[in-house]
């Protein structure tokens, strides 16, 4: 399952970053979203979501979303 499937208000545990993508792990490596890291879905919209990670609110695209496993 990933993010992109996740309901709104749930805490998920992030399984891992689907993607070969390295410049795309760094980067969600810097919003502290990697393996074991809870995250919450806070809202979504037509572009993407809005997510709770460890301290802040990111809003992340719907190709981001489908990388992160939980």
Request: hydrophobic share 35%; proline share 1%; aromatic share 8%.
């Amino acid at each position: 399952m990933t993010l992109a499937d996740a309901d709104e208000g749930k805490e998920y545990i992030i399984r891992e970053i689907e993607t070969e993508d390295e410049e795309l792990k760094n980067f969600l490596f810097t919003l502290g979203c990697y393996s074991g890291e809870p995250v919450t879905v806070v809202s979504r919209k037509k572009s993407g979501m809005t997510v709770s990670i460890k301290d802040g609110r990111y809003t992340i695209d719907s190709q981001l979303a489908d990388a992160i496993a939980i």
